[in-house]
């Protein structure tokens, strides 16, 4: 049996990836970081009770600014995979704690690989870097493939950067397995709702059922090439299963941009949105509302646009090629653009209409989003 250690599994991708290695038969163990409240949600259909006999997936207390506290439990589990996905990966928030964010992104990813190489397992341990497409930031060719050159836009983008050459150059100097995988934005019911299609589908949701009345956003004009999360984690482990370790660009080739996501997942609601005005003062609006479920007068403002979303230094259009993968790994995403919207609505619904519920019966609800 296989064993793989995964950072940041308590996040999307690690979640998803959990699962995707139990059943391949994999032994996981995932490094989740202390917390003063419960932050395994996205994993606790995984979880085992410690007194069972037979588990095959472990939780450690860990943290990627810690190195002694990586060495020792890369020692103990023996991984022949490290998926390095944790990581602070708020875009905008990575201009407020830019210091940090160097720390846990970039020199996370040197304690990873440096503590490989400590304990003599370059041979047998295989690294997957998080790589991103927000290496790219400033648009210097599209679409963007494995030689387009980087612009980092963020002090995320330029942690990550430092990332992805350190895997690189361990790579190169030590002839250690490790790899980057560029992957382009990847969503799903499961995504952070701090992040762009996530705070949409939800509040799409939340408006449709009368508990929300508008959604701010920021940069409406941004393009993303957005997959779905699931399709992504196959691709981190295909990477790692490849003859010789390179760094692959993942992502559908498609782009989109955020009006147009937003347009998408308020039609799951049966609303139409129609947008109006320019910039700071561009509102959508409910041209007509088809589904009888939920009733939004035409002419009702649900989105508005406020600058505290905006970034100091934006990326506007991500677009990737990903023929590489494509050619050498298989790549067929299963899921489109329109699947994607479907199953984050889906689900988000099935949420809130619990919020209308709970909200119904006078029990408090939690109502803080960003
Ligand atoms: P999430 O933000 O959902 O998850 C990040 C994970 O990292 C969480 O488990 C988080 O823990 C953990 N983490 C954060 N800081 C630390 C730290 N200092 N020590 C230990 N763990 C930490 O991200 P995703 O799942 O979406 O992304 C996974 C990786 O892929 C990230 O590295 C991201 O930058 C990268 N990436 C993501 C893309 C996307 O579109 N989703 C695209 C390209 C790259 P906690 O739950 O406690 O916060
Ligand atoms: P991104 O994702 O920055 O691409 O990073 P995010 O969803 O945060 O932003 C996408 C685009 O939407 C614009 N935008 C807003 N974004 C947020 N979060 N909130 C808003 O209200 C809003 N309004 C408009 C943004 O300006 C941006 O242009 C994600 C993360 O998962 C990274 O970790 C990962 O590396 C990249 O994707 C690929």
């Not at 395994?40 to 037979?54: K, M």
């Not at 870097?129 to 790219?136: P, V």
């Not at 230094?313 to 990737?320: A, N, P, R, S």
Request: net charge negative.
């Amino acid at each position: 049996m296989k064993v793989a250690l995964i950072t940041g599994v308590t996040g999307q991708d690690g979640a998803y990836l959990s699962e995707f290695l139990l059943n391949k038969g994999y032994i996981v163990h995932g490094l989740k970081r202390r917390s003063s409240q419960f932050n395994t949600d996205r994993i606790d259909h995984l979880y085992q009770d410690p007194h069972v006999e037979h588990r095959n997936f472990f939780l450690h207390y860990g943290d990627m600014t810690d190195s002694t506290n990586l060495i020792r439990l890369i020692q103990e589990i023996q991984p022949d995979e490290i998926y390095n996905l944790a990581a602070m990966s708020h875009v905008h928030v990575s201009f407020e704690i830019p210091e940090y964010t160097g720390n846990a992104d970039g020199l996370g990813t040197l304690r990873i690989l440096d503590a490989v190489r400590l304990l003599g397992l370059e041979k047998k341990t295989r690294i997957y870097q998080a790589s991103t497409s927000e290496l790219y930031g400033k648009v210097q060719e599209v679409p963007q493939t494995e030689t387009t050159p980087f612009y980092p836009r963020s002090p995320y983008a330029v942690a990550k950067m430092y990332a992805y050459w350190i895997t690189v150059n361990y790579r190169e100097a030590y002839g250690m397995y490790a790899c980057n995988g560029i992957l382009f934005n990847h969503e799903s019911p499961i995504r952070g709702e701090t992040f762009v299609t996530r705070k949409i589908t939800r509040a799409a949701a939340r408006i449709a059922l009368g508990l929300q009345d508008k959604l701010y956003l920021g940069n409406l004009d941004a393009q993303r090439d957005w997959g779905h999360a699931k399709d992504y984690v196959r691709m981190m482990w295909m990477i790692l299963q490849a003859e010789t370790p390179e760094d692959w660009v993942i992502a559908t080739g498609k782009t989109t941009a955020v009006r147009e996501f937003v347009k998408m997942a308020f039609a799951e609601v049966g609303i139409e949105l129609e947008f109006k005005g320019s910039g700071v003062d561009e509102k959508g609006y409910v041209a007509k509302c088809n589904d009888s479920r939920f009733q939004i007068a035409e002419g009702t403002e649900v989105v508005a646009v406020d600058p505290k979303y905006f970034r100091p230094t934006e990326v506007d259009l991500l677009i990737g090629d990903a023929s590489k993968a494509k050619n050498k790994l298989g790549w067929v995403p299963e899921y489109n653009l329109q699947d994607l919207v479907t199953d984050m609505m889906q689900s988000d619904l099935k949420l809130m209409q619990k919020e209308m519920y709970l909200k119904q019966g006078n029990f408090e609800t939690k109502n803080y989003f960003e």
